[in-house]
Structures are given as C-alpha cells and as structure tokens.
C-alpha cells in the first residue's frame, strides 16, 4: 500500500514531462514582405459566429485567415497560383492542422480566391502589414470599401466601371505592396466606419465581396 503514492507520482511527473515536452518554440518574427508558400483551404459553417483563438467572433463574410504562427491582425496577400487572383486578409485565428496547409481562409476569401469549389488550393502568402500596423487612411481619419485587388490594370478598371452606376466614388488605386504592383478597387473615403461598412452591406448585396479599410 505503501508504494502506491510513489507509483502516482512518479505517473504524474511522467506526464507532465511529457506535456512540456509538446510545447513548440515561439514563432521567429517576420517582417513585410515575409512569403510562404503551400495549400490553403477555407472554413465556414459550423464555425460562423464563434470565437477564434484571437477572440475576435469568426464572420464567414469577413476577410480573414487562420495561420499557425502569424501574428493577430497580420494582413497578407493571398494569391491563387492556378488562376492569379490576388485577396487581402487579417489573421484572426490559428490553423490548419491538416496535412501540410498552410493558410485555413474564410469563406469570403476563398470566394475572391476561386477557392470554394475545389476547397484546396496552391498559394503565395506574402505579408504586407505587420499587427498593429496603421494605415494611411485610418490617420486621416477616412475609411474605404476594398472591392477587390488586381495584378492587373485592366481587369481592376473593368470592375470599377461595373460599380460606377451605383458607387460613384469607385476608383482604382495603384499600390507597391512588398515589391509588387497591385491595382485595388475601393470605393470612398467616408468620414466614418458606420458609413463605410453601411457601403459595403449594400455592395455586397450586389454580389461582390468587401473589406473595409481603416482600422
């Protein structure tokens, strides 16, 4: 009888061994300009509207990410490297544990991505806002609906034409994101968030997907 108490904590100290043993080496920082590249999938339902590991509420319709080791609010650059296209996320939460994936997108990334019927796809990320970051357009004190984000000239003039009945204020911008040409579609500025993400329910009530910038 004696022994028993030895025997239980000597299985105790054997798990927690172990338990230490699991714990992963802090993530190295990264910079702009960071890439990875590798498979990115996408979550929706049943996640909708729980927490992430960030605690942000997850919103399907949101651009945003799970990556294993950014850090929260890291925004990238996702390119599809099957058809080109090109989405801006914030990280948000951790993932994917499957395999070798490198990126779990949300249903409003996978949808600019063309990522929603083949459910994997090759990627490029490229980060090109570190967490915390303050945009231009936030210290002015303006904000902005992101439509979409081009490679290419043409393709981002012919989305604007598409919004100018209805959005006027549509205008393509030409950034150097991390050393590369982007042609973003953006509609405003408006002086408030509750204006801007007003804007862009009604866009998105027109088929396109949205993401307000300013934060």
Excluded: K
Aim: proline share 6%.
């Amino acid at each position: 009888m004696m022994d028993r108490p030895f025997a239980l904590v000597g299985v105790v100290l054997l798990v927690a061994g172990c338990a230490r043993a699991v714990v992963t080496a802090p993530a190295p920082p990264v910079a702009v300009g960071w890439e990875e590249t590798g498979e990115a999938s996408w979550y929706g339902h049943p996640y909708h509207g729980r927490r992430t590991a960030s605690g942000e509420v997850y919103d399907m319709a949101q651009m945003t990410a799970a990556h294993r080791t950014l850090p929260f609010g890291t925004r990238i650059l996702v390119e599809n490297r099957l058809n080109g296209r090109t989405a801006e996320v914030r990280v948000t939460d951790r993932g994917p544990f499957v395999g070798d994936r490198i990126l779990d997108l949300s249903a409003a990334g996978a949808r600019v991505l063309g990522a929603i019927g083949p459910g994997v796809i090759p990627v490029r990320l490229r980060v090109i806002a570190l967490a915390g970051g303050v945009s231009r357009a936030a210290a002015g004190g303006a904000f902005t609906v992101q439509v979409a984000a081009f490679t290419s000239e043409d393709r981002a003039g012919a989305l604007r034409e598409r919004l100018e009945p209805g959005w006027p204020a549509a205008r393509v911008q030409r950034a150097e994101v991390a050393g590369r040409t982007l042609w973003r579609v953006r509609v405003g500025p408006y002086a408030t968030r509750e204006e801007a993400e007003r804007q862009a329910r009604r866009i998105a009530g027109a088929g396109y997907d949205t993401l307000v910038i300013g934060d």
